[in-house]
C-alpha cells in the first residue's frame, strides 16, 4: 500500500481509514484495529515475534492493511503456508481492496471470506505436506469474531486430521477396497437407482450410540410418518424395538458388519462400491450403490470415461458422518439423527443391542465382567464434558468426525435429537421437534440432478474430478449424470475385459525390464502404465503421486506393482 495515498481506497461502509500519529490506522465501530500510536511499526513488532514452525498453515486473521504480512512471509518456514481470512463482511470489502493490490505484486497466498471458502481452498491443495492449522492476528480484526475465527480453524484442522486419517487408512486397506470395487462392478446392472429412497417425509439417521436406546420407543410412536436410514451396527438396536428401516448404509469392506445384518437381509441396502462382497452375495434386499473416493487415483476417471457412474460422496471416515451426508441428499426436508454420540460412557460403547454389546454378553464368565472397561482406559481416549453436564470418553478420530457436523449444518437442516452424548455444532431438538416436522410434511423431493450453483458439488467441474482430497463441506453429493448408474453388462463387461488387459500388458513389460532389457522405449513405456494403473501402489508408503509422469522405476519397486497386478488380474479374471 503507498502510504502517500490512502484515500485511494475509496469509501468503504462501517470501516474507514483514519490518520494517527505515526500513519494510517483502521477504525471500525468506533475501536481501532491497529494501534492510534506508530501502527505499522506495532504491527512489525509483532510479526518478528510471532513463533512459525515446519509443516503449519497458518490463518492470517483479518489481515486489513496488510502490515507486517511481508515480514511474516519473510520468515515462513519449510512446508507452511499462509491463508487470508476475513469473516466480517464490512472488513471485507476493506480488506479486499488492499489484497488485490498485493496480488498485483505477485503475492502467491490466498484471500477467503468464509469458512466455506476456506475449507474448499484447503481441499485443493496438497495437504501432505501440513499437519496442523493455527491462527496468527496482526491487527484487531480477530477480536470482533473471536469464536467465528476459532470455530474456523477447528474445521480447517478437522480437514487435515481427517486427510492424514485416510491417509493412514489407505495403507491398511486400499488394497482391499480397490478388490471390493472391481468385485462389485459385476452387482451393478441389478441395482436400484438411489432416487427410489427419495422422499417427503422427515428423515431420521440412527447410529448405534447410547442415545439411540433412549429415544427408541418415543420414535416408535411415529415410526410411519418418517423415512429412516440407519447405520448397519443400529440395525439390532432398532430391530429388537420392532423397527425396520427403510433403509440401511454400509461402507465396511471387511466382513466386520455381516453380523449386524442376521434376520435383516432385505431391507433395502445403500452400499458402498467398496463395501465387502461377502455381504452382496448374501444379500437379499434391493441394494443401490455409491462410490466413496477414497483416494486420487485415476481409477475413477476411467469408470466414467466408460460410462460407469454412481452417486459420489467424500471420503468422510465414519459410516454415520456418510450416512447423514446421505440422507441430506435424500430429500429437501430436515434430518434428525440419534445414536451419533460420538463418545462413550467407561464400559458402554453403544445401545443395547447392538452387536459389539450383544458379544460382551455373549463371552460373561464367572471370572469375566459383563462390563467392557478397555475402552475407558486405554489411549488416547480422553474426557469430554457430555450434553447433561456429565464426563463422557471420546477419541481424536470421533472428535473430527464430530467436527465435520457442523459444516454439514450450513443449510440449517439438521438436528440432533439424542439426549445424551457431547454437544455438537448442529441444532438440538428432541422428539417434539420431529413431530413438529412431521406435522409440516410433505418436503419438495430433490432433484435428481441435485442442481447447485456452487460448482466445488459439481462434479462435472474438473477442479473437482481432480481435486486430492475432497471436500468435507459438501451440501450435495456429486453426481456424474444421474442418481443412478447408467452401466450395463456389456459396458462392465468390457472395462473388466481392457482392465485386464492392461494389467497383463504390464506384467509381460515389467518381467522384460527386471530380465534385463533395459531400453528408454520399455522403461517409458512402463512408467506410462504405473501412471495409469496407479491403483497397484494405493497401499504402498512410499508411492508416486497421481500427477508425478515419471515415477520411479527400481526393482524393489517394481516387484510389489507386479506381484499386485498379478494377482489383481486373477480376481478380475474370475469376476469376469
Known sequence: MNKDEPASAGPFPGAELVA??????????????????????????????????????????????????????????????FIYLELNPELARFTRHYYKQRTDKQDSFKMVENTKELLRHLDSIDLSKYRHVELLSLSGGYALSPKEYTRAKDYANALVRTFWSNRATLVQMGRLWVDNLFTNLSSIPSSVPLKSFFTQKPLLVTGAGESLEQTIDEISCIRADIFILAVDTAIPVLSDAGIIPDAVIALEGQHANIYDFYGNLSIPLICDLTASPSLLHQYQGAVSFILSRFDRINLFEHLNKEGISLPEIPPLGSVGVAALHVGMNLTEGPVFFSGLDFSFRPGKTHSRSAPSIKAILNRIEKTKSVINFSHGFEPPVHRVKGKEGNELLTTPNLSVYAALLGNFNQSGRLF?????????????????????????????????????????TNSKDPEVTENPNYPVNHQKMSFYVNSSSTADSETLQNFMISESEKLEEFIRDGYLWLAGERTDKLEDKIKTKISRLDYLAISFPDRKGFNDNNPELNESYLKRLLTHAARLKARITNNS
Open 20 to 81: 494517527v500519529s505515526g500513519g494510517m490506522s483502521v477504525k471500525y465501530l468506533n475501536r481501532y484495529l491497529y494501534s492510534s500510536l506508530n501502527p505499522e511499526a506495532g504491527a512489525e513488532r509483532r510479526a518478528v515475534n510471532l513463533p512459525l514452525a515446519s509443516g503449519f498453515i497458518y490463518i492470517l486473521t483479518s489481515p486489513l492493511l496488510f502490515y507486517g504480512v511481508n515480514t511474516l512471509i519473510s520468515r515462513c518456514p519449510p512446508k507452511s503456508t
Open 416 to 456: 440432533d435429537i439424542g439426549k445424551t452424548g457431547i454437544h455438537l455444532d448442529v441444532h438440538r431438538g428432541d422428539i417434539e421437534t420431529l413431530k413438529e416436522a412431521v406435522r409440516k410434511a410433505p418436503y419438495p423431493l430433490p432433484d435428481s440432478f441435485f442442481n447447485t450453483d456452487d460448482k466445488y
